[in-house]
């Protein structure tokens, strides 16, 4: 019998989440972090987003005034996590010892970007972190562990959208732990609602003011 998978989505008042089905059913996951989604969208349920939007378009909302969030557990993004208003994407950034390795070459037959280089003869392994998008499949092939993710976490990206305008979001730099993501996503979209001037969408307010000012603590 063949199982069916299945994307999660979590309906909220003025915001809606979605995440890809590789929280537990996916060999691709970069990170593992089932409760996300929940936590997610529990913290921005206490944001009343839905008021705030209804007050500033004066009307029923539509479809194009939701928040959208959008989780993908890998670079494969799924999700579509580039064009949400809020996206992330796991990521499992390699570390190379060279100490165990064997240069059995699995993990040069698993990459997919051509990003790892093998020296047989010297038992060497190099990786072009320029074409490696992380996302932690030499990692899980390594049978020796020469190749780890010590860094796991999330891209995080604001203001993507499709429409008349359509563009991706804007990635901040480095990777963010899913602990901190329920507070650091609430940030982005407070900061947002009151940054927003007329009928502005995330993306607008990105385009204007720049995706790592929604992250800092306090627009008053
Ligand atoms: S984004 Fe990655 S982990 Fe999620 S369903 Fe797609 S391939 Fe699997
Ligand atoms: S899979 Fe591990 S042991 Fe094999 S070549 Fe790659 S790093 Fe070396
Ligand atoms: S993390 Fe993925 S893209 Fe990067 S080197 Fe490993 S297999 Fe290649």
């Given at each position: 019998m063949k199982t069916k998978r299945h994307t999660l989505e979590l309906a909220g008042d003025g915001f809606h989440v979605t995440a890809c089905?590789?929280?537990?059913?996916?060999?691709?996951?970069?990170i593992e972090s089932p409760a996300l989604p929940q936590r997610l969208f529990d913290a921005l349920g206490e944001l009343g987003i839905g008021d705030t939007l209804r007050g500033r378009v004066g009307t029923q909302l539509k479809a194009h005034h939701i928040i959208k969030i959008a989780i993908s557990y890998?670079?494969?993004?799924c999700a579509r996590s580039?064009?949400?208003?809020v996206g992330l994407i796991g990521a499992a950034p390699p570390a190379f010892d060279p100490?165990?390795?064997?240069?059995?070459?699995a993990c040069s037959q698993a990459c997919r970007e051509d990003a790892i280089r093998l020296d047989s003869a010297e038992a060497l392994v190099g990786i072009d972190y320029d074409k490696c998008?992380?996302?932690g499949a030499c990692a899980k092939v390594c049978a020796n562990h020469?190749?780890?993710?010590?860094v796991m976490g999330y891209r995080l990206m604001l203001g993507g959208k499709l429409g008349r305008h359509p563009r991706f979001g804007e990635e901040l730099t480095g990777l963010r732990q899913p602990h901190d993501l329920p507070r650091l996503v609430a940030r982005c979209i407070k900061n947002y609602l009151q940054l927003?001037?007329?009928?502005?969408?995330l993306g607008d307010v990105v385009s204007r003011v720049g995706a790592a000012a929604l992250e800092q603590p306090d627009h008053k």
């Open positions: 089905f590789g929280a537990d059913a996916c060999e691709h996951r970069a890998c670079p494969n993004a580039q064009i949400a208003d100490t165990c390795c064997t240069a059995c070459g998008v992380n996302c020469c190749i780890t993710n010590r927003a001037q007329g009928h502005e969408r």
